[in-house]
DNA sequence: CCCCTGACGGGGC
DNA sequence: TGCCCCGCCAGGG
């Protein structure tokens, strides 16, 4: 990866290969990232990526599988529809079997 | 320029 | 096990 991006580019980076029906965590992406502490940075960014479909931002969530950011998305439950739609079970904002469906870039990634 | 907030997470107690 | 506090750092008031 070009070290001379910039965080939210090198955090919409990892976001696009997070595979289909799979989900990671806004604190795993920063570790990745080497900046384990700047996790709230990467919610910053997910929020900035709203322009760039590109980026599947609806399968980053926090550490515990939550839909925290479902508030920034269109709509009431569009987030949870995005996911739902991948085949991930979401019930309460709660993402179920989250450690089975969990991918982390610090292992799936050099 | 200072203060507060936020799609988070870890560590202390 | 759970609550609380603190670091992180970009933006807005």
Redesign the pocket.
Known sequence: MNPNDN?FEKSYTIARQIPYGRVT????I?KYLG??????????A??A??NDDTVP?HRVV???GLL??????DGTNL?QQLLESEGVKVINNQIQDFETIFWNPSDELE
């Open positions: 965080f965590s806004y604190g795993a920063a900046a384990a502490r700047s996790a709230r940075m990467v919610g910053w997910m929020n990526s709203h931002a926090n550490k515990q925290t950011g479902k508030h920034h998305f987030m």
